[in-house]
T-cell receptor, first 112, second 115 residues
Framework: ETGVTQSPTHLIKTRGQQVTLRCSSQ?????VSWYQQALGQGPQFIFQ???????GRGNFPPRFSGLQFPNYSSELNVNALELDDSALYLC???????????FGPGTRLTVT | AQSVTQPDIHITVSEGASLELRCNYS??????LFWYVQSPGQGLQLLLK????DTLVQGIKGFEAEFKRSQSSFNLRKPSVHWSDAAEYFC?????????????WGAGTKLIIKP
């Protein structure tokens, strides 16, 4: 059974650019949640996708957007990058919306 | 508002000693409760969870946690820590906010092991 995978591992972008992060969910899981974890803090919920539809969103601006594909993999897109977007972005998958979530290793985004 | 508090930013424990990490939550209904561990630069690994039933739950790596509704707490314990337990530990509550389910996280407790 393959766990949750994320790509890329690390990414460096310039302020104002756009970025796409990818996540493959664990086999059999239909729900993907995205989190932002700034250095020294706990994760913050960005949004969740359930069966290809957004199923909840945290306190993040619209320049954070996402997609979920028929195979339940997911993308997180961030437009107009700001310095404060520098963080570890974590993807988690679960069997359904309310089950325990299993996390990928994360993508470390640095915005300069 | 729903929230999770981990009062200890850092805890230092000698190898072989017992451990207790504190977690308090604020949530109007019966919560789903979780403990995750994060090694430096890594993702989060689920240690244990509480959904219902027996309030003492066993997890991986010898960890256990006890749900105390009256104290709104879900403290994590281990009878004897190993150097490999050094990591950051996060408590989380699964809660409905605006009809959508999400995890609400504490700020984490960094566990330091003294040899």
């Amino acid at each position: 059974e393959t766990g949750v995978t994320q790509s890329p591992t690390h990414l460096i972008k310039t302020r104002g650019q756009q970025v796409t992060l990818r996540c493959s969910s664990q086999s059999g899981h239909n729900t993907v949640s995205w989190y932002q974890q700034a250095l020294g803090q706990g994760p913050q919920f960005i949004f969740q996708y359930y069966r290809e539809e957004e199923n909840g969103r945290g306190n993040f601006p619209p320049r954070f957007s996402g997609l979920q594909f028929p195979n339940y993999s997911s993308e997180l897109n961030v437009n107009a990058l700001e310095l404060d977007d520098s963080a570890l972005y974590l993807c988690a998958s679960s069997i359904d919306k309310t089950y325990e979530q299993y996390f990928g290793p994360g993508t470390r985004l640095t915005v300069t | 508002a729903q929230s999770v508090t981990q009062p200890d930013i850092h805890i230092t424990v000698s190898e072989g000693a017992s451990l207790e990490l504190r977690c308090n939550y604020s949530y109007g209904a019966t919560p789903y409760l979780f403990w995750y561990v994060q090694s430096p630069g890594q993702g989060l690994q689920l240690l244990l969870k509480y959904f219902s039933g027996d309030t003492l739950v066993q997890g991986i790596k010898g960890f256990e946690a006890e749900f105390k509704r009256s104290q709104s707490s879900f403290n994590l314990r281990k009878p004897s820590v190993h150097w490999s337990d050094a990591a950051e530990y996060f408590c989380a509550v699964g809660a409905y906010m605006d009809s959508n389910y999400q995890l609400i996280w504490g700020a984490g407790t960094k566990l330091i092991i003294k040899p």
